[in-house]
């Protein structure tokens, strides 16, 4: 592939990868005025929850689809589905509305977000790939929690709903770009292996069923829906031993290093959606921050991520990843438990360094996992091993959303009949206000909120301490062991191909 292509597909590829991973977040800081115009708070969580459970589920399938069917088609393809979603979600008229469009919305995202660090594992060497995955993982962090500082701007300055159509002009500049740039390689004749219908069925499925049950896990309704989840995704596991091409490549579990980087990117992902989506509530409803106000509370954890992954990706050709790994996640569990101290007298700058020290572990973490993953697979399964880690941490993500939200539901409810008042009773003005006035604290609504969020944040501590404790089992490899390895896999693979071909 020419210098120039590269360099258009890589400028593509940043492109759609900003749009993708920021509408998880950009959100956050427009939900207040969302439900102001569209009423019924307590879908508050579902408008998060829903696009990371629809990306979650179809980011698996795109990978794999893009191993069958080449990168170029199946990435235009989640173009158009995110641009449509995009323009439904600015349209959307009632709170039921909006939740479908960003259902439709995250489908496309899930094929984008994966696909995006499938193509760097495409066109980039190891020692190229350390070098410029740190720069998309950077990509990927800035977008993730500028989001809520753009989606604030836009609240404030024009309306909601072009937190959701800023993404159209870009999405156009990319189709254009990977359709002019990219060129997926010629395959041989017959050796395209079925697609796993069961597999994406099944885990659609499964994954849905969990969401749902999360959301009341208490009731009878919910215990059902999550043995239903377990038992499908049970049958999934079967399914996928047995495919030819399975949507999640299950047997790669047996490698300790790719099942320990699936089982982080789980539980780092909880604690960091979980913050990221719940501090802006926060920051707006407690504190007293505009909207705009409330998305700077997340640079700085914006800034340690990017920095560290430009740095980290570059340590990992001196370093073992495993020490990046674990140095990072120490870091993140310090922030965890300053983040597990939040409270309404808590000052900025406590924040902001909880935040910084979270965005610093991801920084030096996530990208070290997806290179060394990337570098020891066969080409064959880069896609579906590299969406699967996407899929992990999204999972996970979504996971925490879903938890927090159901935490908070309950606490608020708990707070507020502690302090004599119904849920039903008090209107969202009282709760979603316009901020920044010198009278925050003094409704009991506000006050109930205030302690209903400072009991959730202490939650996703225990994801860390689980997250940190996982990266011990991890297996030490040098640059060196990874591509000789990543080598084997390959010729393993061409010669299991070439022996089907005969």
Sequence with gaps: MTHQRTVLI???????????????????????????????????????????????????????????????????????????????????????????????????????????????????????????????????????????????????????????????????????????AWRDPVRMAGTRPPIDYAGAALLSVGVVSLLLGLNEPSSLRGIALLSAAAATLALLVMVELRAPAPILPVRL??????????????????????????????AQSVLGASATEAGTTLTPMMLGWVCTSIIGGRLLLRFSYRSLVIGGMIIFVVGALMMARLRPEMSQLELAVALGLMGIGM???????????????????????????????????????????????????????????????????ALLGEGATTVVLAGEPRLALAAALAAVFTAPLLFALAALAVTFFAPAHSPNDLRRKREYADGMAAAAQQAGAD
Aim: proline share 4%.
């Design 253 to 282: 579990l047996r490698e300790r290093m790719f099942a320990v980087a699936c089982l982080h990117g789980i539980l780092a992902g909880g604690v960091l959606f979980g913050s990221m989506n719940y501090v802006p509530l926060f």
């Design 363 to 429: 920084g030096a973490s996530i990208p070290s996992f997806l290179i060394a993953v990337q570098s020891t697979v066969a080409r064959s399964v880069l896609g579906a091993a590299t969406a699967s880690l996407q899929f992990a941490r999204t999972i996970g993500g979504t996971i925490g959303v879903a938890v927090l939200g159901t935490l908070l539901t309950n606490r608020l409810a708990t707070e507020l009949a502690i302090r004599g008042l119904q849920p039903d009773a008090i209107p969202v003005d």
């Design 10 to 180: 890589t400028l593509g590829v940043m492109m759609s990868l900003f749009m993708a991973s920021m509408e998880s977040t950009v959100i956050a800081t427009a939900m207040p005025s969302i439900v102001r115009d569209l009423g019924d708070i307590t879908s508050f969580s579902w408008v998060f929850a829903i696009y990371m459970l629809t990306s979650t589920t179809a980011g698996p399938i795109f990978g794999r689809l893009s191993d069958l069917f080449g990168r170029r088609p199946v990435y235009l393809t989640a173009i158009a589905i995110f641009s449509l979603g995009s323009l439904w979600c600015g349209l959307a008229a009632t709170m039921p509305q909006l939740i479908m469009a960003r259902a439709f919305q995250g489908l496309g995202a899930g094929g984008l977000l994966p696909l995006a660090f499938i193509i760097v594992g495409d066109i980039f060497t190891l020692e190229q790939r350390a070098k410029v995955q740190g720069l998309f993982s950077g990509v990927w962090g800035v977008s993730s929690v500028i989001g809520p500082l753009i989606g604030g701007f836009l609240v404030d300055q024009i309306s909601w709903h072009w937190v959701f159509w800023i993404n159209l002009p870009p999405a156009a500049i990319v189709a254009a770009l990977v359709w002019m």
